[in-house]
């Protein structure tokens, strides 16, 4: 399974000026914008199984999560290669030991 290469731009960029090309190579169709400030090349994208596509969502979400969360759902089978019924989700699945309820982020569902 090929991986996907996360471009990373916006806030991850000090200077803010990386941020702004790379929006602007997104709105062109060159990258596809996985949350903000993660890019991927859009070619790239194209080629990619929904396996691999859902594992760039998680490494683009990755640095952002507690690290108490543990990925779960299709995220997990996804990340061990495991096949899944029906479509992998756009959010990343994480299980969250401190809730007991669920909540869904912009791209994070617990």
């Known amino acids: 399974m090929a991986r996907l290469t996360i471009i990373h731009g916006g806030t991850a960029d ?12 997104a709105d062109a169709g060159d990258l596809v914008r ?10 790239e994208w194209r080629r990619a199984t929904p396996g691999e596509r859902h594992i760039a969502r998680i490494k683009a979400v990755h640095d952002r999560l507690a690290p108490r969360l543990v990925v779960s759902h299709a995220s997990a089978a996804a990340l061990h290669g495991l096949p899944w019924a029906g479509e992998f989700p756009e959010t990343v699945d994480v299980l ?15």
């Open 34 to 43: 996985l949350v903000p400030g993660r890019f991927v090349d859009a070619g």
């Open 96 to 110: 969250d030991p401190r809730r007991t309820t669920s909540q869904g982020l912009a791209h994070v569902r617990k």
């Open 14 to 25: 000090p200077s803010g000026r990386r941020g702004r090309a790379l929006q602007r190579a």
